[in-house]
């Protein structure tokens, strides 16, 4: 290629892989993965050889293996092919812990993804960040990618942040930005066909409530069982809720709380209080209160409270499976 002629310059590389020029110099430096020419003795110039060896370090670093480690597995060759990965629910492997592999995160006993993840994170390495996303999910499953990679990680930033006065928030940000854009991808289209006729699954922050992340995944999850679903974001004011749940019919409403600031028992019993159809046909929504805002408040009995991913869509589809058999 033309742009390979006299090599590349660091800028240059580091654009292309969407790594930090400064992170280049440390791998040359610490690991010796560098550039082969110098131009003047000074200048770094990137072949292609070079670029691909940068390519295998990214690669592998994204999946959790240390820096030492993986600059000697990139400078001595292309990985050998990696194992069949598990079943859909089937849980990742867990790897001895490597101390010190998450730039400073508290992640704890985690998979090795999530170390991975975060350090790509860490040093906001973009282009790591997505392929590991695309990865995860395309290996594992979207419940497992969520609740055993994406959620600890995107939990560990969380707590970073907060412990590090105004650091770590472009890092939480970023991280953010990715793990909404891969969930909106795994959930595709709206579902159709054989379920279109189900009532949706209304999903929505209560007011004052702006983490949606989970109820994305969640989405993404209904997308998968085909379930239609409607999305209203973050903060949702309590008449555009009560509105859009008389206008819809919805087979259930799931109410996310991050905090229990946010927590709001009484739009719960409201909600689940509200009917609509003809007399005598008159019918009301599953509430669902999720996140770990709600814990410790009292509901009604039978209130559905979801413990997780896993769990809320194994309740939504029942319940949507009900209302549907009920329609029949």
Not at 110 to 133: F, H, K, P, S
Request: hydrophobic residues 40%; proline residues 11%.
């Amino acid at each position: 290629m033309t742009e390979f002629a006299h090599g590349l310059t660091t800028g240059a590389v580091a654009r292309r892989l969407g790594v930090a020029p400064t992170t280049l110099r440390s791998w040359d430096r610490r690991y010796g993965i560098g550039p082969a020419a110098r131009e003047d003795g000074r200048h770094r110039r990137w072949t292609p050889e070079d670029v691909a060896v940068l390519h295998e370090m990214c690669r592998l670093t994204s999946s959790g293996i240390p820096p030492a480690e993986a600059a000697r597995a990139a400078l001595a060759g292309p990985a050998p092919a990696p194992p069949t990965p598990p079943t859909e629910g089937e849980p990742l492997p867990r790897p001895a812990r490597r101390p010190g592999s998450g730039n400073g995160l508290p992640l704890g006993a985690v998979r090795q993804e999530c170390r991975g993840l975060g350090r790509a994170a860490v040093r906001l390495d973009a282009w790591a960040v997505d392929d590991m996303l695309a990865s995860v999910i395309a290996q594992y499953g979207l419940v497992t990618a969520w609740e055993e990679v994406m959620a600890p990680t995107l939990h560990a930033v969380g707590r970073k942040w907060e412990t590090s006065g105004d650091r770590y928030v472009e890092v939480e940000h970023l991280l953010s930005w990715h793990v909404s854009s891969a969930l909106r991808r795994a959930a595709g289209p709206p579902p159709s066909g054989s379920r279109a006729g189900v009532p949706p699954v209304l999903l929505a922050c209560v007011p004052g409530e702006q983490h949606t992340l989970a109820l994305e995944a969640l989405a993404a999850g209904l997308a998968e069982l085909g379930l239609p679903t409607l999305m209203f974001g973050p903060a949702v004011p309590p008449e555009a809720l009560d509105q859009a749940v008389r206008r819809t019919g919805p087979a259930a409403v799931v109410l996310w709380s991050q905090a229990r600031s946010t927590a709001n028992p009484p739009l719960a019993r409201h909600v689940a209080d509200t009917v609509w159809g003809v007399r005598g046909a008159r019918a009301r929504p599953a509430v669902l209160p999720a996140g770990p805002g709600w814990a410790g408040q009292s509901f009604a009995p039978g209130t559905l409270r979801p413990g997780g991913l896993r769990d809320a869509l194994a309740l939504l589809r029942g319940l949507c499976d009900a209302v549907a058999a009920g329609q029949s």
